[in-house]
């Protein structure tokens, strides 16, 4: 039976182990300049990089800096030629971020990828944190389909904070357009624009938003 003394030596002993081990932890990840965020975020930088196009290279760079405080975050990836497969393996990133608790997604903008098609915006859709406030889905070659999983996502109980969603230049039905007058009109602080204004705001856009 240990005396007093010898537990309270051991338990010296184990604290300033644990505080070692800490420091060891922290100085390593400064000397390859790795934050706390590059950790929470890292897979979705490595399936950015994976892509192997340059948008996904400059976006990945921008997550990169994102401070170790921030408690929130907006992925937007515009005129990158994504692909379905792309969107799956983002979707599952950005999941893992919210499972990990790390900063909530505000705004994500996957705009102008043609090829993210119903079943790439899908994808995104069932992986989307509920806190998000901004999508934009614009001209990425969807149709009713992916029309129905937006509205039935904006009308989750959970999806309390959104106000703004933007999929003008996909191929909407008349009857698609109609359920998204009402989604407006249930809403009345949602934004919800689904077809272009004009083409000169057209241009605009596209000209303006990279």
């Known amino acids: 039976m240990p005396k007093p003394v010898d537990r309270h030596?051991?338990?010296?002993?184990?604290?300033?182990e644990m505080k070692s081990f800490f420091f060891i932890i922290v100085f390593t990840l400064s000397l390859f300049n790795i934050s706390y965020a590059n950790i929470v975020m890292q897979d979705l930088i490595d399936v950015l990089v994976q892509t192997n196009k340059q948008k996904s290279f400059e976006v990945a760079e921008n997550l990169k800096e994102l401070n170790q405080n921030?408690?929130?975050?907006?992925?937007?990836?515009?005129k990158a030629n994504l692909d379905i497969v792309d969107a799956k393996n983002i979707a599952k990133a950005i999941k893992k971020i919210?499972?990990?608790d790390g900063p909530k997604l505000h705004t994500i903008s996957m705009s102008f990828n043609d090829n993210l098609k119903d079943e790439g915006v899908i994808a995104i859709l069932n992986q989307l944190p509920k806190e998000t406030s901004v999508i934009a889905f614009v001209e990425c070659g969807i149709t009713d389909k992916a029309g129905?999983?937006?509205?039935?996502?904006a009308n989750l109980k959970e999806v309390k904070n959104l106000n703004g969603i933007y999929i003008e230049g996909n191929?909407?039905?008349?009857?698609?357009?109609?359920?998204?007058?009402?989604l407006r009109a249930n809403n009345p602080n949602l934004t919800v624009l689904?077809?272009?204004a004009s083409e000169s705001f057209k241009e605009m856009v596209k000209k303006s938003y990279n």
Not at 171 to 182: A, G, L, N, T, V
């Open 148 to 153: 129905e999983a937006i509205i039935e996502w």
């Open 171 to 182: 191929s909407f039905s008349k009857e698609m357009e109609q359920k998204f007058d009402q």
């Open 98 to 100: 919210d499972l990990n």
């Open 70 to 78: 921030a408690k929130t975050y907006d992925f937007v990836i515009r």
């Open 194 to 196: 689904s077809e272009w």
């Open 9 to 16: 030596y051991w338990l010296f002993l184990l604290v300033f």
